[in-house]
């Protein structure tokens, strides 16, 4: 009878448990087990080897069973096979260890486990020994909601002890505040199986509770078997995961928001033919949402706000627009600032890792600044990402799916590179379906003016200031050559406004444009050839720092080295533009 009684719980229990002794030999199991590892009845299952039906598990049985911990009752294992979690636990029978108990669950259930159970004597003792070792709780109630039974790991879960509980109703238990709920009793009430969420006040404990009622031969409930899983941690890791999902989400949106800010300050100033031409095909290529964009352009010619402007007219504009300055990340970084990487890929990682900014650009868009910077190292690997349309992680084993239209810009040459073999041939195939060339703005003069208008009014607000232009300013502006581009007259404006004294900007704009060349030209008359050259190595470094802004920018403009601009730099006294 007490045999039966075991065996009906066991039954009852929602997950899966495989009894096996201490030779890895089958001695019984579920019906649940039955179902998942497809055997006909007990009958064929009980006596065969443990690895005819859990060749993955097995392995860790009889390790588990070698084990100080399993012979001294302490021992637990919990791991994850190809579909379902199983857990392994010691069978302690009067005090010796007689085999191992599994349960196996799918995750979708929040169930881990199973328990690890050995050799028996006595039927009834082996699937007592059972329901004693089993991690998750179980109580039993009759047919009159009393409870007749309840193990230790529902001891352990509830803050009670069984000589308190058994013998006492399932209403009494509900009064005393134990629990919030009652899954027995809606059993007892609703005679079917049912699963909910119960608080446990005593211990601050979730269990996932699933009652299931047993009936008897004449079709009476003569028991509910309550299953209880703590599940406190796993919602726990669920709130984590939705909060790290917010944060993570809402990083994507304010980055973007950044990024998407010059251009929203400033919208694209287009008074030439050139320039209206050019955001003509633009705006045709982002409603295509196509990807494989060459920006071309000298520095300083608005390459990235093209880039931001085509985002803002693709279909793709409510996603992130991400972006990486090939020149500003350092070689050992680039990779992973790309492709993210996984917990303990390298030394100093992050404990929990990093997505990368491809990952974080997924279904908007992605863009490579200064694309010809880009080491050599990582041009393959960004080759195979466009081709697969995939990436992994650096220390990561699992592909994922890129979604994000690539836009790349340079000033430089790329063909003359691919020639000299300094970027690869396929990648700029792949990167240059479609080319838009930036004009530089001494090619568009008409655009000088609205340009200088507009950065004026900027840069007024911005310092409270009422700075002008005058007839003169515009036409000292419109004869100069700009070899900085928009971000030189950007500058340019930006210092008459904070510092001119003059509201009218006239000697401004011949000092600044006009007389560095008259100074050299006077200045020079009785100095050394050293100190000649020195003046004009300064006054190129000053031309220099007005047209761009970091030292590799002014590296590229005066085509010396960046280290030979910081040197050049120190030595005249100049800080960095």
Known sequence: MQHELIQHILNCVSYAVVVVDTKCTVINMNNVALDFLERRDRVTAVGIAAEQILPIATPYIKKGLASDEFKKGTGRIVKRGTELFFEITPLIIEGNLEGAVVSL???????????????????????????????????????????????????????????????????????????????????????????????????????????????????????????????????????????????????????????????????????????????????????????????????????????????????????????????AVPEQLFEAELFGYEKGAFTGARESGKAGLLALADGGTFFLDEVGEMPSSIQAKLLKCIDEKEFTPLGGSTPKKINCVIIAATNKDLEKQVSKRLFRKDLFYRLNVFTLTIPPLRERVEDIFALATSFLNKYNERYGKFKVLSPKSLRMLQNYSFPGNIRELDSLIKKGVAVAEEDVLDVYFEQSLLGAAEAETVSTKGLSMQEALDMVEREMLNEARRACKTTREMASYLKISQPSVVRKLKKYGLGAS
């Open 105 to 327: 669950q799918k995750p979708s259930r929040f169930e881990e486990l199973a328990v690890e159970l050995s050799s028996f004597q006595d039927m009834a003792n082996t699937l007592q020994a059972i329901f004693d070792s089993s991690s998750d709780g179980i109580w039993v109630t009759n047919g009159e909601g009393v409870v007749t039974q309840i193990n230790r790991a529902s001891e352990d879960l509830n803050g009670v002890k069984t000589t308190g509980i058994v013998g006492k109703s399932i209403d009494e238990v509900v009064e005393t505040g134990l629990v919030d709920v009652s899954v027995s009793k809606e059993v007892l009430e609703k005679k079917r199986q049912i699963s909910m969420l119960q608080n446990i006040t005593k211990t601050g404990r979730q269990l996932l509770c699933t009652g299931t009622p047993v009936f008897d031969n004449g079709g009476r409930l003569s028991m509910v078997v309550v299953n209880e899983r703590d599940v406190t941690e796993l919602l726990d890791l669920r709130e984590h995961l939705r909060a790290a999902r917010e944060i993570t989400e809402k990083a994507r949106k304010e980055i973007t928001n950044l990024n998407m800010l010059e251009l929203e300050q400033g919208a694209f100033i287009a008074e030439s033919k050139s320039i209206n031409r050019l955001l003509a095909s633009a705006l045709k290529l982002a409603q295509l949402e196509v990807s494989g964009i060459l920006l071309l352009g000298e520095s300083g010619t608005g390459k990235s706000m093209l880039a931001k402007l085509l985002h803002q007219h693709s279909p793709r504009a409510s996603g992130p627009f991400l972006a990486i300055n090939c020149a």
